[in-house]
């Protein structure tokens, strides 16, 4: 079955950057785009960006340009998602989640397995 | 960005009652490909999102027959026939017709009466 393990959370002082890792089993990784998703507390979802695990190539929400890096190790099937110069408002709960294929009657899936979710606090 | 504009913004529901949930998006969900990019999620108290319903009205696998999805164009409506106590959360509503771009609307918060 698909599992996306993400890494525990994290504590970070404003400035600093965080590096989240999600690894993937029960499937082909390189198959599938990884997208990355985030939640402040008590707030919704938002789309931070994904990446293609087999090229490598990534494709980022315009707000996180310039601060988001997303890579893969196809090795141990696992991605990443690193924010640099953290704000306090980058405190939330990021998610890995996997870029589905297609049903048997070709309707794309979509957005179908999450990660647990990673913690990020961003505090002095 | 393509806004989601989900309504209501919480519904407190009888067990066994139906309840609904409105998605608008500010643009056309219909792809030239054919295909209509609306997603369904529901994210119980402490967990990831799920996925629910895919491309507007497909169930995902394992989700219950009491969930339908239907609409076209930039409306969307997520049904539950009966609510029963572990439908309880927030249903979210998600477009990925636009990449980068992707977006998600507020959320409904269901309860339980």
């Known amino acids: 079955q698909v599992q996306l393990v993400q890494s525990g959370a994290e504590v970070k002082k404003p400035g600093a950057s965080v590096k989240v890792s999600c690894k993937a089993s029960g499937y082909t990784f390189t198959g599938y785009y990884m997208h990355w998703v985030r939640q402040a507390p008590g707030q919704g979802l938002e789309w931070m960006g994904w990446i293609n695990p087999n090229s490598g190539g990534t494709n980022y929400a315009q707000k996180f340009q310039g601060r988001v890096t997303m890579t893969r190790d196809t090795s141990i099937s696992t991605a990443y998602m690193e924010l640099s110069r953290l704000r306090s408002d980058d405190t939330a709960v990021y998610y890995c989640a996997r870029d589905g294929d297609y049903d048997s009657s070709g309707y794309y899936y979509g957005i179908d397995y999450w990660g647990q979710g990673t913690l990020v606090t961003v505090s002095s | 960005d393509i806004v989601m504009t989900q309504t209501p913004l919480s519904l407190s529901v009888t067990p066994g009652q139906p309840a609904s949930i409105s998605c608008k998006s500010s643009?056309?969900?219909?792809?030239?490909?054919?295909?209509?990019?609306l997603y369904w999620y529901l994210q119980k108290p402490g967990q990831p999102p799920q996925l629910l319903i895919y491309e507007v009205s497909n169930r995902f696998s394992g989700v219950p027959d009491r969930f339908s999805g239907s609409g076209s164009g930039t409306d969307f409506t997520l049904k539950i026939s009966r609510v029963e106590a572990e439908d309880v959360g927030v249903y979210y509503c998600m477009q990925s017709i636009q990449l980068p771009g992707l977006t998600f609307g507020g959320g409904t918060k269901v309860e339980i009466k």
């Open positions: 643009q056309s969900l219909l792809h030239s490909d054919g295909k209509t990019y």
